[in-house]
Structures are given as structure tokens and as C-alpha cells.
């Protein structure tokens, strides 16, 4: 069974800075195209970025030049590394197998506010 542990996240200001990772238990990472979604309370959870095995990457418009999604195969483990925050990243992050595969993980909190 494929297991995802989410950290990272936290409390930050507009404009500042959060690294999430994610690390994969349970399957051969290195096969999967890995997304990292967010919800928010009473929305659907959104894709917001993700890498291909061949790490060629992709992001939801409102994220493009801010985030940056990366891979460490070795590891097992993904990042999204989050720059220029603005209050509309508020949420809860989680990362899957793009499509998504796999049961969810707990996530990790993100707010941004001042």
C-alpha cells in the first residue's frame, strides 16, 4: 500500500517563503508523475503543479513563476518550493500520483497572512 507523508507547511507572511516535501512509501517512485494539490474549506481540491518521470514540469496559471515543483528519485520524494505567497495560497497541500492514484495523505496547512 502507497504511503505519502506531506511537511512543510506553516504560517508565513505575503511575499515570504515555504518548502513543502513530500516523501512516498510503498511503490517505485520513480515510475509516477507527481502532482501537488491544495484545498481550501468547501472547494474541490486542485492541481497545482506537477512533474513528469522525465521531470519536465507544469503549473496552474496562478502559481507560474512563483512555484517551483522538484523531484529527488533517490529519495522518494517531491518539493514544492513556494515563493512570492500571496493570502489565495492559503490551504491545505497534499501530493499524489498525478491523477490522482493514490489514497490521500493528511496534508500540510499553508497560510499565508500577515
Known amino acids: 500500500q502507497v504511503h505519502v507523508v506531506e511537511s512543510g507547511g506553516g504560517l508565513v507572511q505575503p511575499g515570504g517563503s515555504l518548502r513543502l516535501s513530500c516523501v512516498v512509501s510503498g511503490s517505485t517512485f520513480s515510475i509516477w508523475a507527481m502532482g501537488w494539490y491544495r484545498q481550501t474549506p468547501g472547494t474541490q481540491r486542485e492541481l497545482v503543479a506537477h512533474i513528469r518521470e522525465d521531470h519536465s514540469t507544469d503549473y496552474r496559471d496562478s502559481v507560474k513563476g512563483r512555484f517551483t515543483i522538484s523531484r529527488d528519485n533517490a529519495k522518494n520524494t517531491v518539493f514544492l518550493q513556494m515563493n512570492s505567497l500571496k493570502p489565495e495560497d492559503t490551504a491545505v497541500y497534499y501530493c499524489?500520483?498525478?491523477?490522482?492514484?493514490w489514497g490521500w495523505g493528511q496534508g500540510t496547512q499553508v497560510t499565508v497572512s500577515s
Open positions: 499524489n500520483a498525478l491523477g490522482p492514484l
